[in-house]
């Protein structure tokens, strides 16, 4: 399975956007790229989750690059409540298995 | 929609004890549920797969004897933890997914439940 990279930890003002990448270099054609987040001590929350084209819901918007190598996750205005860790996972089509890395820690400062 | 609820939330046993913890999804049928342990500042590690109806499947150094995992209906899951010892303490989640997971269907996450064995 594809291994992702994150960065550990980001800061971000609440109101603005806060961009958290991801690199998937050895991603293949038929797997995933998915975002999900935990909050402390919660389960995880679903965020989005793309193939090959960029994708917008109500929370975020996944940017994925043309090579599929890297990705972007968008929080167009971070609140305080954002402040949580963001898992960015390769998961392929054939198996409905996500395998979580160690995830980007992202705290929104007043 | 979507939720998934897991039972309980927190539980405090004796060593040598049994623990049973139940994984609902109360909106919508779950074909496959999926259990995850989480142990203080790491990432959550799958633990085992589970098709309704069928054995589950578990990941390489998951012991399928000492987590027993049910999965009766389409509805409910259960892990059970036997003759719990101290190491086994952690966050216990359980995720839910429609169908076998496949095909960018997402998992929903139930709220996960914190054992502690003393």
């Known amino acids: 399975d594809a291994k992702t990279t994150q960065p550990p930890s980001m800061d971000c003002a609440e109101g603005r956007a806060a961009n958290l990448p991801c690199n998937h270099s050895?991603?293949?054609?038929?797997?995933?790229v998915y975002w999900y987040r935990q909050i402390h001590s919660q389960g995880p929350q679903y965020i989005i989750h793309?193939?090959?084209n960029n994708e917008t819901n109500e929370m975020a918007s996944l940017i994925i690059t043309e090579d599929r190598k890297s990705s972007t996750l968008i929080l167009p205005h971070a609140t305080l409540r954002d402040t949580a860790v963001y898992y960015c996972?390769?998961?392929?089509?054939?198996?409905?298995?996500?395998?979580f890395g160690q995830g980007t820690t992202l705290q929104v400062k007043p | 929609g979507a939720v998934v609820s897991q039972h309980p939330s927190r539980v405090i046993c004796k060593s040598g004890t049994s623990v049973k913890i139940e994984c609902r999804s109360l909106?919508?049928?779950?074909?496959?549920m999926f259990w995850y342990r989480q142990f203080p500042k790491q990432s959550l590690m799958l633990m085992a797969t589970?098709?309704?109806?069928?054995?589950?499947?578990?990941e390489q150094g998951v012991e399928k004897d000492k987590f027993l995992i049910n999965h009766a209906s389409l509805t409910l899951s259960t892990l059970t933890v036997t003759s719990a010892h101290p190491e086994d303490s952690s966050f216990y989640i359980c995720?839910?997914?429609?169908?076998?997971?496949?095909?960018?269907?997402?998992?929903?996450f139930g709220p996960g439940t914190r054992l502690t064995v003393l």
């Open positions: 995720s839910a997914s429609r169908d076998s997971g496949t095909d960018g269907n997402e998992q929903f």
């Open positions: 050895t991603i293949s054609g038929n797997e995933y």
């Open positions: 793309g193939l090959k």
């Open positions: 996972i390769v998961r392929p089509v054939n198996t409905g298995k996500l395998i």
């Open positions: 909106d919508f049928q779950a074909t496959t």
């Open positions: 589970s098709n309704e109806g069928s054995k589950a499947t578990y």
